[in-house]
């Protein structure tokens, strides 16, 4: 009876010996990737968030413009109507600020330990004053060890700001 040899016990010397060497390299390579595809879908949703909220403020802010959205909840309804469902509507935060000229409006955004906008407030003026227009929202990070880079205590503020005249309306 002859015995057949492993791929390992035919060659000469053990140091040619390659069976395994591909689990182990993965092994060392595979949690690099892994990180760089976790950072990917993170910097992927922030990206998403951030074109729906540009949008949307923009939109909101065409409607102050033109004189439609007078209250402040008028606002944040067409604001989340344009979200559609990608940013929660619930953690919006917006400052709608009005003045004789641009700049007299503050750009200055305060948060808080998670990141939020805390100084909200509403005033859209008349036709043709100047009006700056900030939203945010507070967004966990998927990866809590991305906060040492792109948070704060893990929570990543995504803000939009449009700054625009009134039209003449009365």
Known sequence: MTATLGACERRA???????????????????????????????????????????????????????????????????????????????????????????????TITTDSSNALTNTSFSIGSGGSDVLVQVGFTRKLFAPWLSAVFGKNGYLLILSTVAFQNEPYS
């Open 13 to 107: 010397a053990f140091s040619e010996c390659r069976s395994g060497a591909t689990a182990v390299e993965f092994a060392f390579i595979a949690p690099i990737f892994i990180l760089i595809l976790v950072v990917w879908i993170d910097l992927g949703m922030t990206l998403l968030e951030q074109s729906v909220l540009d949008s949307a403020t923009l939109r909101a802010a065409r409607s102050v413009k033109i004189g439609a959205t007078t209250t402040s909840t008028d606002f944040k309804t067409t604001l989340c109507a344009y979200l559609y469902g990608v940013v929660p509507c619930a953690s919006i935060k917006y400052t709608v600020q009005s003045g004789t000229s641009f700049s007299a409006l503050s750009t």
